[in-house]
């Protein structure tokens, strides 16, 4: 088994080097295969908690954070999995802004998945207060992603778009709302 530095180098290496930023967010069967044959089983690790030891430093927080925030988004796409690693990701987060993590990060790329994880809360309090990180710490591209995610959280108290997954029933309002072009992030 492969010590900690060389899986965290892998899960790394793989999302900011062997892919590209238009995979990250699309949705792609052949991509969501990729990451569940590389990084299923890492992934059903962090989700357990068998990889905590790894939020201790940067490098290896920063791979929990795309093991619990990120990939289960690919491995389980549509299901309430997709979801599970959602409040241990936001707390990884929250753990890098507050010990300096974040703003000692140079680039921005990673600065930005440190944050996802609060783009993707269904926290309104989050919400309002990851909007000035990902002013401060990602591109204007991205920060105007976050103020939509903010927005949608402010009119419905949460994301539509997961309501089938989850199985949350749609009030009409938000059965409108995802048949407008961008609703579905």
Known sequence: MPGQRDQTGEVL?????ETRP???FAKDPAFDALVRDRFLGLTRQALAGELDAWSTEPTGGLALVLLLDQFPRQIWRETAMAFAGDPQAQSLSLCAV???WLE???EQTRRQFW???L???????VQE???PLFERFSDPRTADFARRHRDVIARFGRFPHRNAAL???????????LQTPGSRF
Do not use: I
Request: hydrophobic share 50%.
């Open 115 to 117: 944050l996802m994880p």
């Open 104 to 106: 000692e990060e140079v």
């Open 98 to 100: 507050e010990k300096g």
């Open 119 to 125: 783009m993707h809360s269904e926290d309104m309090a």
């Open 13 to 17: 290496v793989f999302w900011f080097g």
């Open 22 to 24: 238009r995979q990250w």
């Open 167 to 177: 199985g949350r029933v749609s009030s009409a309002e938000e059965l409108a709302f």
């Open 129 to 131: 207060a990851a909007l």
